[in-house]
């Protein structure tokens, strides 16, 4: 599937280096429990309702889809006729992934900042048109990492990702630094509540959900920024070399358990300094 010399890959058919296959490994043996247990959660009504997690069940759907798309990539070196439906489900990973975490990011910004307009868009038939819309995006960009991989080179695949994660990062970044400003000013009244009895509770909630937004900026930040400059950098050399590339993939893997480790936080289903 790939021969290497020196740690550069003379076959541009793959994204990803062999020495992430461990990698892949661990994504897929705590990936998919967990993200499963957080859909189980959802659609029980464990945690706040189908409608209002409608985001994060599609998240984690996406989620389990990379998992499995690592699944056929380990087993393509077995199986060589998985190896097209591991370059198809790369369009999770590309474009999946930071659409669906960029429609969570709008949600909260929408919840904090403009809580009215919230509450105007809180049904959950714009919620199922917005992700019906992030799906045929996904699904799009699925067939052309197919063709891409299949009939191009990595180069061109470098620029497929590294655009979207340029454009898709900046997104998430200022809705959730706009979120954070919200929630470290104090609102009306509550400079004046601060002179006598504060409310304890309150300010709790505010200091707990600013953490959780602030881990939520954190990681989006070491997900996308690595595996960038790593695209770039492989455009600029027009090789594939496994040597930078197994860095960003720590980050990019070992970012995708902050999602489901937060909600499984917010359903109270683990404790965290956060919520001391």
């Not at 655009?163 to 470290?184: D, E, G, H, N």
């Not at 505010?206 to 950098?233: D, E, N, Q």
């Amino acid at each position: 599937m790939n021969s290497t010399t020196a740690g550069v890959s003379t076959n541009t058919t793959t994204p990803f280096p062999l020495d992430s296959v461990p990698l892949f490994s661990i994504n897929v043996l705590f990936g998919l429990p967990t993200h499963s247990y957080v859909i189980w959660l959802i659609v029980t009504g464990t945690g706040s309702g189908v409608a209002s997690e409608f985001f994060n069940l599609n998240n984690s759907f996406c989620e389990i889809g990379i998992c499995v798309d690592f699944l056929f990539f380990i087993l393509s070196s077995y199986i060589s006729s998985l190896f097209p439906l591991a370059l198809y489900f790369q369009g999770l990973v590309i474009t999946g992934r930071p659409l669906f975490q960029c429609l969570i990011c709008v949600e909260r910004y929408l919840a904090v900042v403009h809580p009215v307009t919230f509450l105007k868009f809180k049904p959950l038939r714009y919620r199922v048109i917005c992700c019906t819309v992030a799906w045929i995006i996904t699904l799009g960009s699925c067939l052309i990492c197919l063709i891409i991989l299949l009939f191009s080179t990595i180069t061109v695949h470098a620029w497929f990702f590294s655009m979207q994660f340029i454009l898709y990062l900046p997104i998430q970044l200022f809705f959730l630094v706009a979120v954070l400003r919200t929630l470290k000013q104090s609102g009306p009244g509550e400079r004046e509540k601060e002179r006598g009895r504060v409310s304890d509770e309150k300010n709790h909630m505010k200091r707990r959900a600013f953490y959780l937004i602030l881990i939520t900026t954190v990681s989006m930040t070491i997900t996308y920024v690595p595996t960038t400059i790593t695209g770039i950098f492989t455009i600029v050399i027009h090789q594939f070399n496994s040597i930078i590339w197994v860095p960003s993939m720590i980050c990019y893997v070992l970012a995708s358990f902050v999602q489901p480790v937060l909600y499984l936080h917010r359903a109270r289903n683990l404790s965290c300094p956060c919520s001391q």
